[in-house]
């Protein structure tokens, strides 16, 4: 059973670069979510997705981009890195969203 | 004031012990409530569900009071495996888990 599936696990980015972290969910959730986890924070929501075609921002968007074209997948750009987007990000999903979420592995990020 | 606070610990306890943290939340309107268990440098997951009238599963109790505003989670006989983050989680919204807040969470520490 997969899960949720994010890639990649690491990555280290400079400043003003971009990249794509990818999610994939094999559960046929409708809803799924990225956050990001910072020492003394807590999760955070970056964006969110109800369904295929929708997603909304949550309450740190700004530097990211979402999108949701199929059920499976909700991939987070990060459009021009910056070291403040250090972080571990972490894709989940859940049935209806409903508060048992179903969290990836996470991915380790860090911009120089 | 934060809208979930926790106290981060870190709590040290000896195999076997009891052990118990409270979590507050600050919007007195909040729906549902969950503890989930997040392991060094792993994912969250869910550990259980809180309910009004109070649900134990094995060795781990959680309770809700509303009237103060905290949940609480008690670990029983506790194993070194117990050693792990506990994140407190509430939801103003019932069935909507784009508002679920999380708290930073409580570090502990079984010892042998």
């Known amino acids: 059973n997969a899960g949720v599936t994010q890639t990649p696990k690491f990555q280290v980015l400079k400043t003003g670069q971009s990249m794509t972290l990818q999610c994939a969910q094999d559960m046929n959730h409708e809803y799924m979510s990225w956050y990001r986890q910072d020492p003394g924070m807590g999760l955070r929501l970056i964006h969110y997705s109800v369904g295929a075609g929708i997603t909304d921002q949550g309450e740190v968007p700004n530097g990211y981009n979402v999108s949701r074209s199929t059920t499976e997948d909700f991939p987070l750009r990060l459009l021009s890195a910056a070291p403040s987007q250090t972080s571990v990000y972490f894709c989940?999903?859940?049935?209806?969203?409903?508060?048992?979420?179903?969290f990836g592995e996470g991915s380790r990020l860090t911009v120089l | 004031r934060k809208e979930v606070e926790q106290d981060p610990g870190p709590f040290n306890v000896p195999e076997g012990a009891t052990v118990a943290f409270n979590c507050t939340y600050s919007?007195?309107?909040?729906?549902?409530f969950f503890w989930y268990r997040q392991d060094c440098r792993k994912e969250p997951k869910l550990l259980m569900s809180?309910?009004?009238s109070g649900n134990e599963d094995g060795r781990f109790t959680a309770q809700l009071n509303r009237a103060s505003q905290y949940i609480s989670l008690l670990i029983r006989d506790s194993k070194l495996s117990d050693s792990a983050t506990y994140l407190c989680v509430v939801n103003p919204l019932s069935g909507s888990a784009r508002q679920l807040t999380f708290g930073s969470g409580t570090q502990l520490t079984v010892l042998p």
């Open positions: 919007n007195s309107a909040s729906q549902s």
């Open positions: 989940a999903s859940s049935y209806q969203g409903s508060g048992e979420l179903f």
């Open positions: 809180v309910y009004s």
